[in-house]
């Protein structure tokens, strides 16, 4: 039924719900048992909720989100991204012609840990390391009420793929994923994930501490400090430097 026929018949329930079109392909759309059906979805849904309802529904797409990219009306997208009515939703998983794509992303919600986990691991990486960058309550003696983040998104997001596709070339085996919020980030929760995998401690807890500094030195993120008593100060400290080279 289309929204506004669903409006004229049921005035007070078409408010709260949305159409969308979902299609899947490959290993999805067996998990789904289909590759392409409508959903209604209540308003205000993101694609989180989407794949929180699939996962009910449908358990066997919970261990293929690893490898899926979600596309927003033939745009990828992160999971905090809200749908709308008539949106097209795909999910993709790899495709045939090359390994998977490393997980090296921006979000402007909050960050999932455990999807960046579950990216670099597998059954030969016996060692996992995860860094977290949370907020701190105080920076120079002057309590801290949030953090907000703010990007060249472009050059951003094709920094943090040079950083992860380095370190993977680096050591055999190693798997590496980072994520980093934008926008409102409020005390005590990530900022930034880091997650390593490889065979051995040594080379993940190596790759792991590489891939912080060079975040911090290579990628157009900055940050801006709100403090308790009203001030607020961008913290601007290290000239940003060029891309190293693997």
């Known amino acids: 039924m289309e929204k506004a026929a669903r409006e004229a018949a049921f005035p007070l329930l078409a408010s709260w719900l949305m159409k969308i ?25 993101r694609i989180s909720d989407l794949r929180a309802r699939l996962d009910r529904n449908h358990p066997g797409m919970v261990p293929l989100w690893p490898r899926l990219a979600v596309a927003l009306d033939g745009r990828i997208v992160p999971p905090d991204t809200p749908l709308e009515d008539g949106s097209e939703v795909a999910l993709l998983p790899p495709v045939s012609g090359g390994t998977d794509e490393p997980l090296a992303e921006l979000t402007d919600g909050p960050i999932d840990t455990n999807r960046a986990v579950a990216a670099v691991s597998g059954p030969s990486r016996g060692a996992v390391v995860i860094f977290l960058g949370t907020v701190r309550d105080h920076h120079a003696g002057r309590p801290v009420e949030k953090l907000t983040y703010s990007a060249y998104r472009a050059m951003a997001l094709e920094g943090l793929r040079r950083i992860v596709t380095d370190l993977e070339a680096g050591h055999e085996n190693l798997r590496a994923a980072i994520v980093h919020r934008l926008g409102e980030v409020p005390v005590g929760e990530p900022s930034v994930v880091i997650a ?51």
Do not use: N
Not at 204 to 232: C, F, M, N, T, V
């Open 21 to 45: 079109r979902l299609l899947a392909f490959a290993t999805a759309a067996d998990a789904l048992g289909t590759g392409e059906t409508d959903l209604e979805m209540p308003d205000g849904s």
């Open 196 to 246: 390593v995998a490889s065979p051995h401690r040594a080379a993940a807890y190596d790759a792991s501490r590489a891939a912080l500094e060079r975040l911090k030195a290579e990628i157009p993120i900055w940050k801006r400090e709100h403090y308790a008593d009203g001030g607020a100060e961008w913290r601007e400290v290290e000239p940003l430097r060029p891309l190293a080279r693997a």
